[in-house]
Every structure is written in structure tokens, then in C-alpha cells.
């Protein structure tokens, strides 16, 4: 079954620090791994999209890694700031097959304290 | 072109209501999706179009719900006698199809609907 778990469910940081979001999957044939963000009450914003053949991509403080032969991607955000708190949500696409070729995660709710 | 719009952004109905939803794609993007999310949990597809074609309903999508995208443009999402449980935002995204990044996906600021 074409399944994306992220972890973990909820993230609580302090401004300034880094942390690391994960995401796994089990889609197959897989086409590209994609994270957004989604701030409350808003639509969801693409960050990055990685094909099999990237293993990491950055946008601003934002790094993307992605592991196609163990299935897996982090986000990793640097010197986090409190408009970083949001949910993250990682999808994967699959060559063919059906929801429109998107398989959703559930995301990661990250709360940055002052 | 600014992006995904979507209308109304906010909508509140009482239970046995018909709603009717609007999105306005990109304007160059053939592929247009409906995904429907509520607190706390990620976007659940619906249905999407490539062009005015529907290629595929979840069975999400009870016989209540009907979507349409007559001309290939704008798509509208209609819930006939609301339902409590219907409650939630609803997200439009559209894309282009074909190359490396098949698929992705610019999303509206969704439609939140509240029934009472």
C-alpha cells in the first residue's frame, strides 16, 4: 500500500535552534518527493521537490534530503524562526496509479517559542 | 496571473444546505485538484481534472459532492444537503503535467466551511 508517515507529529523549539523533520514512505514507482508548508487557516506552500535522482536541496534555511534506496526525507530547518511555526507536510508522487499520483502525509505541526 | 484563488474563503450553512465552491487556477495549468483537510490532519484528495475531463473521485466524495470544470478553467465543488460532518477546509491546487516535476502543486488559500 502506497503509504508517507512524517514524524514527529508535533515539534515544540526555541527560536534560533535547528531541528529536523521525517518523512518515510512506501511508493512505488516513486516519481519525486516534495515538502510544503502550510501556515494555519492557509493553503499549503511548496518548499522543495526532489526527483530520485537529487539527494538534497536547499531553499533559504530550509534543507531537503532524500534517500531513495531507504525510502526517506528530512527537513531539516536552520536558525528557526517564530514564522516558521507551521505544519510541514511531505508528499510523495508516484509514477501512474491514483489520487492524481499524490500520496499525502499527515504532517508535522512545529511550534517556535521565543 | 497571482496564483490559485479561491471563493468564498469563509462559509457558514446550516445542515440540509447546498454549497457551492469556486477555484480559479493558473491559468496555464490543465491539471486542477480538490483536496479536503481538517485540523490537525493533512490534505485528503477528492477528485481531480485534467482539462474538463474528471479522471478520478475518491470515494470520499459521496453522491453529495459534485465538481465540474466545464471549460477546462475555473472548477466549482458542490455539497448538496450539508452535513455536520462536512465541516472542514476545502483546497483547490492546480499543475501542469509532463516534465521532471510533474505535478507540482500550487495550492489556493481554501475554502473553509462551518456547518451548523
Known amino acids: 500500500k502506497n503509504q508517507v508517515e512524517q514524524s514527529p507529529q508535533s515539534l515544540i523549539i526555541l527560536e534560533g535552534k535547528n531541528c529536523t523533520l521525517q518523512?518515510?514512505?512506501?511508493?512505488?514507482?516513486?516519481?519525486?518527493l516534495r515538502w510544503y508548508k502550510q501556515d494555519t487557516g492557509r493553503g499549503p506552500v511548496s518548499l522543495t521537490i526532489?526527483?530520485?535522482?537529487?539527494n538534497t536541496k536547499s531553499n533559504g534555511r530550509y534543507t531537503a534530503t532524500l534517500d531513495a534506496d531507504t525510502k526517506q526525507s528530512s527537513l531539516h530547518i536552520t536558525a528557526s524562526q517564530l514564522s516558521d511555526s507551521a505544519s510541514y507536510i511531505c508528499?510523495?508522487?508516484?509514477?501512474?496509479?491514483?489520487?492524481?499520483?499524490?500520496?499525502f502525509g499527515k504532517g508535522t505541526k512545529l511550534s517556535v517559542k521565543p | 496571473d497571482t496564483g490559485v484563488s479561491q471563493d468564498p474563503r469563509h462559509k457558514i450553512t446550516k445542515r440540509g444546505q447546498n454549497v457551492t465552491f469556486r477555484c480559479d487556477p493558473i491559468s496555464e495549468h490543465n491539471r486542477l485538484y480538490w483536496y479536503r483537510q481538517t485540523l490537525g490532519q493533512g490534505p485528503e484528495f477528492l477528485t481531480y481534472f485534467q482539462n474538463e475531463a474528471q479522471l478520478e473521485k475518491s470515494r470520499l466524495l459521496s453522491d453529495r459532492f459534485s465538481a465540474e470544470r466545464p471549460k477546462g478553467s475555473f472548477s466549482t465543488l458542490e455539497i448538496q444537503r450539508t452535513e455536520q460532518g462536512d465541516s472542514a477546509m476545502y483546497l483547490c491546487?492546480?499543475?501542469?503535467?509532463?516534465?521532471?516535476?510533474?505535478?507540482?502543486?500550487?495550492f489556493g488559500e481554501g475554502s473553509r466551511l462551518t456547518v451548523l
Open positions: 508528499v510523495v508522487s508516484l509514477v501512474g496509479g491514483s489520487q492524481g499520483n499524490l500520496i
Open positions: 491546487a492546480s499543475s501542469s503535467s509532463g516534465g521532471m516535476y510533474t505535478g507540482e502543486l500550487f
Open positions: 518523512c518515510n514512505y512506501t511508493v512505488s514507482p516513486f516519481s519525486n
Open positions: 526532489m526527483t530520485f535522482s537529487e
